[in-house]
């Protein structure tokens, strides 16, 4: 049986719910709620899932964009990260001069289960990153890739499927995140 067409769906109040099936279910990051990159209360390194978890819902509740869910029908297949780079602590991201910092976007995060890889899923997560925050004023998406061989942050995605879309390469944060951005129109 052929599979229905992906949706894409920002994350907010209504469809938190959505967001938390899959985060909870089996091999998904319920154990980090995409807060790695985030502000978190207290000691980042003790919090509990249970409060990574309340981190992001209080700052979806609080109404700040924090990413989007590839739909399959009605279910919640796949997430990205994306949302203004002030969001985020610091992710070693180049300054653009031309443009404001709630101009700059940052894209973190993938997180497609393992049955779905290799089906599209991540690019068309990406494709619609981007034009979700084309949509809420960007203009830059900033992303940080690493290499196929990189032993950490793989969930960040590989630099080949954002050269793939235009981003061009502005750096690097660390020894393994290449820092790439793709500015908007």
């Not at 002030?86 to 973190?108: E, F, I, K, R």
């Not at 992303?143 to 050269?163: I, L």
């Amino acid at each position: 049986m052929q599979q229905p067409p992906l949706t894409f769906r920002e994350v907010t109040q209504a469809n938190w719910a959505d967001m938390a099936v899959l985060f909870e279910s089996k091999g998904a990051p319920g154990y980090c709620w995409c807060m790695a990159w985030r502000p978190l209360a207290g000691d980042r390194n003790k919090a509990s899932n249970a409060q990574r978890k309340q981190a992001l819902q209080s700052i979806v509740q609080a109404g700040t964009p924090v990413g989007i869910l590839a739909y399959q029908g009605d279910k919640a297949v796949a997430w990205c990260s994306i949302a203004p780079r002030p969001s985020h602590n610091a992710l070693g991201g180049a300054d653009y001069a031309d443009v404001a910092a709630h101009q700059v976007w940052s894209l973190t995060c993938f997180y497609v289960p393992r049955a779905l890889r290799g089906k599209g899923i991540m690019r068309g997560l990406l494709r619609q990153a981007v034009e979700t925050a084309r949509g809420r004023g960007a203009r830059i998406v900033e992303a940080y890739p690493v290499d196929p061989d990189s032993p950490s942050y793989r969930f960040m995605g590989f630099v080949a499927a954002f050269e793939q879309a235009g981003f061009s390469e502005t750096g690097r944060a660390g020894s393994r995140r290449h820092v790439m951005h793709l500015r908007l129109s």
